[in-house]
């Protein structure tokens, strides 16, 4: 599954906001990945993900392929929409 999101998250995707979304991301056996400003990294890893910077009504595209890609897709995109 891949979709291109914005990011809602008052914070972005910084510190704590980055921490649980790789807390989350590691509860599932499907790979996440994230893709912004050319670059594509492994949504399992914090200092991938801040290495992004990734602000507010930033654009990204969410890549989650796995056997519980569905799920675990949802639950991110929850994470990036603030919620």
């Given at each position: 599954?891949?979709?291109?999101?914005?990011?809602?998250?008052?914070?972005?995707?910084?510190?704590?906001?980055?921490?649980?979304?790789?807390?989350?991301?590691?509860?599932?056996?499907?790979?996440?990945?994230?893709?912004?400003?050319?670059?594509?990294?492994?949504?399992?890893?914090?200092?991938?993900?801040?290495?992004?910077?990734?602000?507010?009504?930033?654009?990204?595209?969410?890549?989650?392929?796995?056997?519980?890609?569905?799920?675990?897709?949802?639950?991110?995109?929850?994470i990036l929409n603030g919620e």
């Amino acid at each position: 599954m891949e979709k291109e999101l914005i990011i809602k998250n008052d914070h972005g995707l910084h510190a704590r906001p980055a921490a649980l979304f790789v807390q989350t991301a590691a509860k599932f056996k499907s790979n996440v990945d994230i893709e912004s400003h050319g670059k594509r990294v492994n949504g399992k890893s914090i200092l991938s993900i801040l290495s992004l910077g990734l602000n507010k009504n930033d654009l990204i595209k969410l890549i989650v392929s796995g056997p519980d890609d569905k799920t675990a897709f949802d639950q991110l995109e929850k994470i990036l929409n603030g919620e």
